[in-house]
């Protein structure tokens, strides 16, 4: 297939595909989209990135009944953030249709989905905790469900939910279309399709295990001594400037850190992890997609299923731990066959890990140098400024990071009185009638008399 327009498309559906800007399918909407509307099941074994939502959102929109004011299509997604992707995706393709799309998740406030389906949604995407929630409420009904699509079913087994999508297919209409997209095929995902699928077609467009794509830049950067390990970022974005750009740390704390320091350097950026709440995750997405924040800085909870247009760059802060985790991060960027890079900042006792991961992958990283340091007595990289234009005193600057503000006198406890002199019997010395707090290394009170 070409082309779009060889499947004899509605012209509302071409439009949609023309401004998101795709010209011609990828290989697994080549091969996916003819076997759908020839109506068969389909499994498509596919890692991310690849235009699968496409491929099932355009077989969706051309066979909705637009008059029909129920769910007519169900979309089950392993995380939040992968149903709101799917469900905007799928509004872009479909906004010159009468689509009206709903998202179903865990998170968000149960009365505003009662809304939606009461305007009446005919496409439901959603989380399978949240769906099952609604069909035991018996505020959703899937008795008109003619397609069901299971996106990255081997994450759903690996989070624990394959006996609830096995309760929400039994929910469905047993002559419903299938379509079941997995990175690996383990054996539970054999057996869940041999038990709820028709006759399936079998499409291996590529394996996770897969190497990674090639048509972007595989690099590395090796720091020497783990307190430039910062440093060595900053002269990085200072020389690529990426458009946009995820930067991935291994913790929580890491990311909401390195988010502090990196807006202190004048850079637009956000953290994204598992302690933000949803509506924090949606604004944080959005700024990001909008290319108001440029560095998205996140934990691995945004390595599969973030799909954000135009990523320039991927930037690994904390080596990842094996070559998997490797793909799926860097799976972020050359989207759709753009071009891209992929920086990977490694300690010298993690060459080893390095090593691995480039066995993993069947492909060799260039090293970046980075020879400047920022730390006093090095050489500056472009563009530093010296630590006392920066604040904060000759700190390193990892250390520069904004706390509450508070009185540098008081501590370990002291009160304050109204003579501005302080009580408290531990922890002070008493110096002529005042009160000075052990370990207080300015002049000493004068003396009464």
């Known amino acids: 297939m070409a082309s779009f327009e060889e499947l004899g498309l509605s012209e509302s559906v071409l439009k949609g595909l023309h401004d998101m800007g795709f010209k011609e399918p990828t290989p697994v909407q080549s091969m996916v989209v003819p076997l759908l509307f020839e109506g068969e099941d389909v499994i498509g074994q596919s890692k991310t990135g690849t235009g699968k939502t496409a491929a099932f959102g355009i077989y969706a929109l051309e066979g909705l009944d637009y008059g029909l004011p129920r769910p007519q299509v169900l979309v089950l997604t392993p995380t939040r953030e992968l149903c709101l992707q799917v469900r905007d995706e799928v509004a872009r393709i479909g906004k010159h249709t009468g689509l009206r799309i709903a998202s179903v998740y865990g998170g968000q406030e149960i009365e505003k989905q009662f809304k939606l389906f009461r305007g009446g949604a005919n496409m439901i995407v959603g989380t399978p905790g949240r769906v099952i929630d609604h069909l035991k409420r018996k505020t959703l009904s899937f008795n008109d469900v003619g397609l ?46 041999d038990k709820h699928m028709h006759a399936p077609k079998f499409v291996k467009v590529s394996e996770d295990e897969a190497p990674v794509v090639t048509h972007i830049r595989h690099e590395f950067l090796l720091v020497k001594d783990p307190r430039d390990r910062l440093y060595a970022l900053l002269d990085y974005l200072g020389r690529e400037k990426p458009s946009l750009a995820i930067i991935f740390c291994r913790t929580k704390f890491g990311a909401d850190k390195l ?61 990842p731990e094996d070559h998997t985790t490797y793909v799926h991060r860097v799976g972020r960027t050359g989207r759709m066959g753009k071009g891209g890079a992929a920086m990977t900042v490694v300690m010298q006792d993690e060459l080893g890990r390095l090593g691995e991961i480039e066995r993993g992958i069947s492909l060799r990283m260039d090293e970046v140098k980075f020879e400047c340091k920022a730390r006093p007595g090095g050489p500056r990289p472009p563009g530093f400024r010296p630590m006392h234009v920066q604040g904060r005193g000759s700190r390193p600057l990892e250390h520069n990071v904004r706390r509450p503000s508070q009185r540098p006198e008081m501590h370990h406890g002291m ?8 009580k408290g019997p531990i922890g002070h010395l008493r110096t002529g009638g005042a009160l000075r707090p052990m370990g207080h290394y300015g002049p000493r009170p004068k003396k009464r008399g």
């Not at 609830?164 to 297919?169: A, G, N, P, Y």
């Not at 009160?415 to 302080?422: I, K, L, Q, T, V």
């Open 415 to 422: 009160r304050a009185s109204r003579e501005g002199r302080y």
């Open 259 to 319: 988010k502090t320091i990196l807006g202190d350097r004048g850079f637009a950026s956000e953290a994204l992890h598992g302690d933000l709440s949803q509506n924090k995750r949606e604004h944080v997405m959005r700024l990001f997609r909008e290319g108001r924040v440029r560095l998205l800085i996140a934990t691995d909870l945004a390595a599969r299923g973030l799909d954000v247009e135009n990523v320039s760059h991927v930037i690994n802060y904390n080596i």
């Open 148 to 193: 069901v699509v299971i996106d990255e079913a081997d994450r759903m087994l690996d989070m624990g939910f394959i006996d609830d999508v096995e309760f929400i297919l039994a929910n469905t209409p047993k002559d419903r279309q299938t379509l079941l997209f997995s990175a690996t095929m383990p054996r539970e995902i054999r057996a869940l399709a």
